[in-house]
């Protein structure tokens, strides 16, 4: 079974779209994560949900909204892309916090044309 | 500026060769993890690190935690093919909040 699984892998769309991605864990953990990797490899984080409450909130246009309907579960919903929101897109979960084991999707690859 | 830096940024060596990997930091790390990412995944932890001086095996790899909790390395002896991949150092930094803050990464290719 996967333990973090988010869908779609790949996603292509126009400029302006708005579009959401969809997270699931089944591991149990209390706390998850929406990260960002763009061409570079830099992986950063936008978002971080403990319980279906947001705790992280980095420096992320409004035009992305996570929303977490229970804690095994962190959706991604972006408004108005840009082609700077193309990257890869991760979903990862922990039970200990940052401080603990990030458990990682395989990633959704967003281009945007 | 990077608040974690990873040297090299890319590595090519032969199978059967050793290599290290670096990871640095001006901050203070609470603690470090290591990661290795293949292509189209995503990174798998290798393991955490928390005390200044530690060192940690996982068969071929080798973790060292610096003493003053700054910096880290990755040591793997006599690489395979499989040990391909990216390696990526991620610390809590307490100046960056409590959030894991990764490297960019170092790209390490073992040709069989």
């Known amino acids: 079974d996967t333990a973090v699984s988010q869908t779609p892998k790949y996603l292509v769309t126009q400029m302006g779209n708005d579009k959401s991605i969809k997270c699931e864990q089944n591991l149990g953990h209390d706390t998850m994560y929406w990260y960002k990797q763009d061409s570079k490899k830099f992986l950063k984080i936008m978002f971080s949900?403990?319980?279906?409450?947001?705790?992280i909130n980095e420096t992320v246009p409004n035009r992305f909204s996570p929303k977490s309907p229970d804690k095994a579960h962190l959706n991604l919903h972006i408004n108005s892309l840009e082609l700077g929101d193309s990257a890869v897109y991760f979903c990862?979960?922990?039970?200990?916090?940052?401080?603990?084991?990030?458990?990682f999707g395989d990633g959704t690859r967003l281009s945007i044309l | 500026t990077q608040l974690l830096e990873q040297s090299p940024q890319f590595l090519s060596i032969q199978e059967g060769e050793n290599l290290t990997v670096y990871c640095n930091s001006s901050s203070v790390f609470s603690s470090l993890q290591w990661y290795r990412q293949e292509p189209g995944e995503g990174p798998v932890l290798l393991v955490t690190?928390?005390?200044?001086?530690e060192v940690k095996k996982l068969k071929r790899l080798t973790f060292q935690f610096g003493d003053a909790r700054k910096d880290s390395s990755l040591h793997i002896t006599a690489a395979q093919p499989g040990d391909t991949g990216l390696y990526l150092c991620?610390?809590?930094?307490?100046?960056?909040?409590?959030?894991?803050?990764f490297g960019g990464g170092t790209r390490v290719l073992v040709k069989p």
């Open positions: 991620a610390g809590l930094i307490k100046a960056a909040g409590n959030k894991l803050t």
């Open positions: 949900y403990n319980n279906k409450e947001l705790i």
């Open positions: 690190v928390v005390t200044g001086g």
């Open positions: 990862a979960s922990s039970q200990e916090g940052p401080s603990g084991p990030q458990h």
